[in-house]
């Protein structure tokens, strides 16, 4: 939940930057949760 709501905001944490940017993780990980994020 957090994490969606970081993106969403366009704000991810250094550690979700460093593991997008290393692909530990795909990018549209978190999308299925963002239209559930209430701001």
Same mark, same amino acid.
């Given at each position: 939940g957090a /994490? /969606?709501?970081?993106l969403k905001r366009n704000s991810p944490t250094l550690g979700m930057r460093v593991a997008i940017s290393t692909e530990a993780i795909q990018p549209d990980h978190?999308?299925?949760a963002k239209p559930l994020v209430i701001d």
């Open positions: /994490a /969606a709501f970081l978190w999308d299925e």
